[in-house]
């Protein structure tokens, strides 16, 4: 299993930014893949940015420019720098793993984004 733990969120005014991080244990040499979800109140889960083992990135449309994502192997941990952010940014972010052959999933406990206007 893969165990995820996020960090850095936070209140932030408009214009900010903040930088998420996700640390990640256990069967970690399982891991395919590393991304970042949110989910704002009434309103479905849904995918920020992920990047795979070999480094490849993919962006939700609403964060193009604006949010980069990254990883550090030796660390184990994926980070979410977000720039430019704005009150429909605020949300709860989640850190996701798809881990093993079977390409389960795991997710963090997520971290409150609030951005103020």
């Known amino acids: 299993q893969v165990q995820l733990v996020e960090s850095g969120g936070g209140l932030v005014q408009a214009g900010g930014s903040l930088r998420l991080s996700c640390a990640a244990s256990g069967n970690i040499f399982s891991i395919n893949g590393l991304g970042w979800y949110r989910q704002a109140p009434g309103n479905k889960r849904e995918l920020v940015a992920n990047?795979?083992?070999?480094?490849?990135?993919n962006y939700a449309d609403f964060v193009k420019g604006r949010f980069t994502i990254s990883r550090d192997n030796a660390k184990n941990t994926v980070y979410l720098q977000m720039n430019s952010l704005n009150p429909e940014d605020t949300a709860v972010y989640y850190c996701?793993?798809?881990?093993?052959?079977?390409?389960?999933?795991?997710w963090g406990q997520g971290t409150q984004v609030t951005v103020s206007s």
């Open positions: 996701n793993a798809v881990y093993n052959t079977y390409r389960l999933a795991a």
């Open positions: 990047i795979s083992s070999g480094g490849t990135t």
